[in-house]
């Protein structure tokens, strides 16, 4: 009943740095644009988002030695707008997730929703800071360049987007969005930097693969042109799914560790998400598992057409809505329609396929790791004339345990969802 899927393996671009916060620490060290910026036993906001980011432990934990090492009086600010439940312990208890305490990275930690007003764009976006930020006497941020999940523009997620949405904490964020981030990100950005001392911005740039390939030191007099220019970086590092029409797309697990949208819809399509051209056209996407680490936050699972009970019963409705409602994304914490169990999702997606035998579907254990993934037999010959990808035969059956729960395939050494 169920077609045997085949493993697929892309080849990506994985050139990466092998100490990350080692990279922080030199890039730190060797500009000699940073001293005269500062007077010794200044304060110093530390800004830290609440993405997964590869290594953030320690790459925050070395920017703060390095601060310290400068003479300057480091702490660290969350700096994820709405997101931890648009609470002061929620963002607490987010960073204590990624593993930056206090203990592990030399620095205490000050988590606050207040916020104050820098004035209006013409637009009439309100641009907010944080107080703690603003009354520190200066300002350092570390924060991963890509590619946003809701909007294209010169700049997407990066040092200017933290500056603005980040560390305007739920109310600046609430603004900006409302706004348009597209059209307010960078005017907002040189507000912030006209009115708030930034010492500096901490760029990485991140492989398909998640791991580090970039760690830059920004000026914030560059912080507009280096997001700009990494950003063209990241989309050709970016990881996608070499195929644009599916009949099914089984996505393992999403989650906000995942991508901010929970499921990237550069991968999955914006379609979904805007409407518009349905390109790549992935005509039912099941969703299986929500992440431990979003801790109910289910922002993106609107963009399923199917789900089990299990994904639902997960969902915390008071975070994943306080998500959307900042950022106007209504349709992103819509909840798709839930199946008894796996088993029961995957049948009900193939019953929409005329013929099941030829269908044309893949797995990928979610959108962030893309190397490995799992292909019905008709999807062969496409990929085979693709020259990065190879694919490994036998293919695999799907089996399920007596509770209808999709078993882990096969392990083959890659990072991936529910490979054993």
């Given at each position: 009943?169920?077609?045997?899927?085949?493993?697929?393996?892309?080849?990506?671009?994985?050139?990466?740095?092998?100490?990350?916060?080692?990279?922080?620490?030199?890039?730190?060290?060797?500009?000699?644009?940073?001293?005269?910026?500062?007077?010794?036993?200044?304060?110093?906001?530390?800004?830290?988002?609440?993405?997964?980011?590869?290594?953030?432990?320690?790459?925050?934990?070395?920017?703060?030695?390095?601060?310290?090492?400068?003479?300057?009086?480091?702490?660290?600010?969350?700096?994820?707008?709405?997101?931890?439940?648009?609470?002061?312990?929620?963002?607490?208890?987010?960073?204590?997730?990624?593993?930056?305490t206090e203990a592990s990275c030399g620095a205490p930690i000050r988590s606050s929703m207040e916020v104050v007003s820098l004035g209006h764009l013409p637009s009439g976006a309100e641009v907010f800071i944080s107080r703690d930020i603003l009354e520190a006497d200066h300002l350092v941020l570390i924060n991963r360049v890509k590619l946003h999940t809701a909007f294209r523009g010169q700049v997407e997620s990066g040092l200017c987007k933290m500056l603005t949405v980040g560390c305007g904490k739920h109310q600046g964020a609430l603004n900006m969005h409302k706004f348009g981030l597209a059209d307010s990100i960078i005017p907002a950005a040189q507000v912030i930097l006209g009115r708030v001392s930034v010492l500096f911005?901490?760029?990485?740039?991140?492989?398909?693969?998640?791991?580090?390939?970039?760690?830059?030191?920004?000026?914030?007099?560059?912080?507009?042109?280096?997001?700009?220019?990494?950003?063209?970086?990241?989309?050709?590092?970016?990881?996608?799914?070499?195929?644009?029409?599916?009949?099914?797309?089984?996505?393992?697990?999403?989650?906000?560790?995942?991508?901010?949208?929970?499921?990237?819809?550069?991968?999955?399509?914006?379609?979904?998400?805007?409407?518009?051209?349905?390109?790549?056209?992935?005509?039912?996407?099941?969703?299986?598992?929500?992440?431990?680490?979003?801790?109910?936050?289910?922002?993106?699972?609107?963009?399923?057409?199917?789900?089990?009970?299990?994904?639902?019963?997960?969902?915390?409705?008071?975070?994943?809505?306080?998500?959307?409602?900042?950022?106007?994304?209504?349709?992103?914490?819509?909840?798709?329609?839930?199946?008894?169990?796996?088993?029961?999702?995957?049948?009900?997606?193939?019953?929409?396929?005329?013929?099941?035998?030829?269908?044309?579907?893949?797995?990928?254990?979610?959108?962030?790791?893309?190397?490995?993934?799992?292909?019905?037999?008709?999807?062969?010959?496409?990929?085979?004339?693709?020259?990065?990808?190879?694919?490994?035969?036998?293919?695999?059956?799907?089996?399920?345990?007596?509770?209808?729960?999709?078993?882990?395939?096969?392990?083959?050494?890659?990072?991936?969802?529910?490979?054993?």
């Open positions: 009943m169920f077609p045997n899927l085949y493993k697929i393996r892309q080849v990506f671009d994985n050139s990466f740095e092998p100490d990350p916060s080692g990279a922080v620490s030199r890039e730190i060290g060797i500009n000699k644009m940073l001293p005269g910026r500062f007077v010794q036993g200044q304060s110093v906001a530390v800004a830290v988002g609440s993405r997964g980011i590869q290594g953030i432990q320690g790459m925050v934990k070395a920017l703060v030695s390095s601060l310290d090492g400068m003479g300057l009086k480091p702490f660290i600010v969350p700096a994820m707008g709405s997101h931890g439940g648009a609470t002061a312990e929620g963002q607490r208890q987010v960073l204590e997730h990624l593993g930056i911005g901490i760029a990485v740039l991140e492989n398909a693969a998640e791991k580090t390939h970039t760690v830059r030191l920004v000026l914030p007099e560059d912080f507009v042109e280096t997001d700009s220019m990494l950003l063209k970086r990241a989309f050709e590092l970016f990881p996608r799914i070499p195929l644009d029409d599916l009949d099914i797309l089984v996505v393992g697990e999403m989650g906000k560790n995942i991508s901010g949208g929970g499921m990237d819809p550069n991968v999955i399509g914006m379609w979904r998400r805007d409407g518009g051209p349905r390109q790549p056209n992935y005509r039912t996407l099941v969703l299986l598992d929500l992440t431990p680490e979003s801790h109910g936050n289910a922002m993106g699972i609107g963009l399923a057409d199917l789900t089990t009970k299990r994904v639902i019963d997960s969902v915390d409705l008071r975070s994943t809505y306080t998500n959307a409602l900042t950022t106007g994304i209504w349709a992103a914490a819509r909840l798709p329609i839930s199946l008894e169990n796996d088993r029961a999702a995957l049948e009900m997606a193939l019953s929409r396929v005329c013929n099941p035998q030829k269908v044309r579907m893949a797995y990928i254990a979610n959108t962030l790791f893309l190397e490995t993934f799992w292909v019905s037999e008709a999807l062969l010959p496409e990929l085979k004339d693709k020259g990065t990808i190879v694919a490994d035969v036998p293919p695999v059956e799907l089996r399920f345990t007596d509770e209808g729960r999709l078993l882990p395939f096969p392990a083959d050494g890659h990072t991936g969802g529910r490979q054993e």
